[in-house]
């Protein structure tokens, strides 16, 4: 399994004293898990500027996702965009290791995950 982040961004001077003079501000992100061979497993995405016409938070499950023998309901389900609030990088890699099996190399990634995943929630602005 392979994890490709794509992130936009920007650096925006703030007048928070508690954020120093500058944050970032999260733009878009793509987060897709792809299987050995390549094939979309699943991808978490926001491109509110990009051409779909989605522009809100949203998962697309992939054809190495949805397995076999589904038919047209699977045809459908590869192309839809499902509804997601938004998702950050630490809530994609819990996932993974928790739900697709992927094998974690620090034997304390809940705890590193959750330490950067708070600082996340306090800083946030959206979503």
Known sequence: MTLTAIVGYSAVE????????????????????????????????WHPSGSSPVKTPHVQVGPAGLGQGLGDLGKLLSKAHIPTRRISMEQVLEFAIRELQVHYIRDDWEKV??????????????G
């Open 14 to 45: 703030t007048k928070d004293p508690d954020r120093g003079p500058w944050k970032v501000k999260t733009e878009s992100y793509i987060y897709r898990l792809t299987a050995a061979d390549g094939a979309k497993v699943i991808s978490f995405e």
């Open 113 to 126: 995950l959750m330490e950067t995943y708070t600082a996340f929630e306090q800083w946030r602005t959206w």
